[in-house]
């Protein structure tokens, strides 16, 4: 995607006086680096719906009877299954535990969403400074402003990392009880099939882990762009500032343009950054909210189905909503890349503007003088 903004080069005095110039001022087309939805974002949000079913097979294939987990050896201590004398108490157990980590992951997400909307005020907090007020403000708020952003993408990573050690845990948990199913029974289809649904369950919550760790990847890409906004702009600008400050004298127009013409690639990548991972949490709720927290809340109830027609219309059901869910979560990923797409052309023009509007006011105010 290409932006079209007005590329210059200012000569000013280091002193900063009233004769800064802007000496060129060209028509430039440069290509931005632009976060992008990984291809496999679908597969990621599905797993969701998928461990949901997959658990729910689970309740009804073993709601006719009730088996033990126990092992053979006397002194064999189980490290997460709580009830090794009863499958279906286990069964309950993972419904329990999943839920658990769902909720927690959903109560995150809305977390992030929250303090993703906070960076673009942030950044455009950071160019009204470097604007319009006067130099030992801009030295005083801007640090702070850039602290404020660079806190939010720390305050997400510890957020994913939690979530990827609950899933390491819920991981261990079916895990225990494959092994367990295993040893304690001949194989038979019965078991192999429970086995296999658990092996799969597995897979999935692997992927619902990955997409903790797509968002620590994303953090950590956001945090570098501020790291470098820091270490390269802020302090070229701070001492400017103190040059100014010290001779009692403004921070010029042309100045200030171009401080804020040297950040603007990093604050459009900065909030490119942060919109992604607002479109990452907030799909994922919408799909959590529809598709996933209510069913595996109420799923435990399956265990408890009393005749075999009422498990047939149940199996036949999840089929259905499955399928239905499959599709309906195609069109809604489908359409927040759309969104996505959109709203960093938005972007971009938003600043290509604001740039445009600081060099007609610079020009105005030098044909003024």
Do not use: C
Not at 51 to 69: A, E, G
Not at 277 to 284: F, G, Q, S, W
């Amino acid at each position: 995607m290409k932006f079209i903004y007005f590329s210059f080069f200012i000569i000013f005095d280091l002193t900063l006086s009233s004769t800064t110039t802007l000496s060129d001022l060209n028509v430039d087309t440069q290509t931005l680096a632009q976060p992008v939805i990984e291809e496999n974002w679908e597969e990621l949000l599905v797993a969701g719906p998928i461990v949901v079913n997959y658990i729910s097979n689970l309740m009804i294939l073993n709601s006719k009877r009730d088996f033990s987990l126990k092992s053979s050896s006397p002194n064999h201590v189980y490290q997460y299954i709580k009830y090794p004398n009863s499958f279906r108490n286990t069964l309950a157990q993972i419904a329990n535990e999943i839920y658990a980590v769902f909720i927690r992951a959903h109560s995150y997400m809305d977390g992030i969403q929250l303090s993703t909307q906070q960076i673009p005020k942030d950044l455009k907090t950071i160019l009204k400074l470097l604007k319009s007020v006067p130099p030992r403000t801009i030295q005083a708020l801007l640090p702070i402003a850039l602290d404020t952003i660079e806190q939010i993408p720390k305050n997400i990573a510890k957020s994913a990392n939690i979530m990827i050690k609950e899933y390491d845990s819920l991981t261990l948990l079916l895990q225990e009880v494959i092994a367990a199913m295993a040893d304690t029974h001949a194989v038979n289809n019965s078991v192999l099939m429970n086995m296999n649904i658990l092996v799969n369950a597995t897979k999935e919550l692997s992927k619902m882990q990955q997409q903790w760790s797509e968002i620590i990847r994303y953090q950590n890409i956001l945090t570098t762009r501020v790291e470098t906004i820091r270490e390269t702009v802020l302090n070229e600008l701070m001492d400017t500032i103190k040059n100014v400050t010290s001779t009692n004298s403004e921070l010029s127009a042309a100045a200030r343009t171009f401080f804020v013409s040297k950040m603007l690639d990093k604050i459009i990548e900065i909030e490119q950054d942060a919109h992604l991972l607002y479109i990452m949490a907030k799909t994922y709720n919408d799909i959590s909210n529809a598709y996933i927290v209510f069913q595996i809340a109420n799923v435990s109830k399956l265990l408890v189905l009393p005749t075999e027609d009422e498990r047939q219309t149940a199996m036949s059901q999840l089929g259905e909503t499955l399928l239905f869910t499959l599709a309906e979560i195609s069109q809604i990923v489908l359409e927040q890349k759309q969104q996505y797409q959109q709203r960093n052309q938005e972007i971009q023009e938003e600043y290509k503007q604001f740039i445009q509007q600081m060099m007609f006011e610079e020009l105005a105010a030098g044909i003024g003088k």
